[in-house]
Antibody, heavy 119, light 113 residues
Framework: QVQLQQSGPGLVKPSQTLSLTCVIYGDSVSSKSVAWNWIRQSPSRGLEWLGRTYYRSWWSNDYAESVKSRIIINADPSKNQFSLQLNSVTPEDTAVYYC?????????WGQGTLVTVSS | DIVMTQSPDSLAVSLGERATINCKSSQSLLYSSNNKDHLAWYQQKPGHPPKLLIDWASTRESGVPDRFSGSGSGTDFTLTISSLQAEDVAVYYCQQYYSTPYTFGQGTKLEIK
């Protein structure tokens, strides 16, 4: 059974960096048949896919255009986890953030982290 | 980007009655290489992440009750709950995985009448 466990701060100041980690149990971040994603949810934007990382013969990333200039998703095979970094946050980045596996739909999700951007 | 539009935004149905939620995509989700529609349905209850109910437009996930069914192809899809139970009160989303960026519908809130 796959489980995704998220961690990270719930409060980030404007202009700073939002950082979240998702630890994977029951699967491998290096699996060649799935991808590992970050999704956020807010009342104003609904469910918004932010990006993914995946391994085939090498690591690849895809990002949503709306955050492409500010986002980094990294995988750490030694810890079987992947992370989200979102730079230069504003109050509009306030949302519940989820990590999720796609295979090919989003079949496993983390528990969600409410991140509030406020001074 | 592929735009997903659900209707209605909210729906009230009596227990034991049928509930129908529609989803329309701005382009076809039928992938020619596998002849499958890249469309999923999710159920979300307050305080929880979305739960995958159906993928490939009509394939129920393991453990999902058979009162849930998905149909449609191309750009028009439907989620049907054949006999509404109290535990089905939730928000339902469709989502396309035909191409990135993956996109979701705005959600349909299902309540008991």
């Amino acid at each position: 059974q796959v489980q995704l466990q998220q961690s990270g701060p719930g409060l980030v100041k404007p202009s700073q960096t939002l950082s979240l980690t998702c630890v994977i149990y029951g699967d491998s971040v290096s699996s060649k048949s799935v991808a590992w994603n970050w999704i956020r949810q807010s009342p104003s934007r609904g469910l918004e896919w932010l990006g993914r990382t995946y391994y085939r013969s090498w690591w690849s990333n895809d990002y949503a255009e709306s955050v492409k200039s500010r986002i980094i998703i990294n995988a750490d095979p030694s810890k079987n986890q992947f992370s989200l970094q979102l730079n230069s946050v504003t109050p509009e980045d306030t949302a519940v953030y989820y990590c999720a596996r796609v295979s090919p739909a989003f079949d496993y999700w983390g528990q969600g982290t409410l991140v509030t951007v406020s001074s | 980007d592929i735009v997903m539009t659900q209707s209605p935004d909210s729906l009230a149905v009596s227990l034991g009655e049928r509930a129908t939620i529609n989803c329309k995509s701005s382009q076809s989700l039928l992938y020619s290489s596998n002849n499958k529609d890249h469309l999923a349905w999710y159920q979300q209850k307050p305080g929880h992440p979305p739960k995958l109910l159906i993928d490939w437009a009509s394939t129920r996930e393991s453990g999902v009750p058979d009162r849930f069914s998905g149909s449609g192809s191309g750009t028009d899809f439907t989620l049907t709950i054949s006999s509404l139970q109290a535990e089905d009160v939730a928000v339902y989303y469709c989502q396309q995985y035909y191409s990135t960026p993956y996109t979701f519908g705005q959600g349909t809130k299902l309540e008991i009448k």
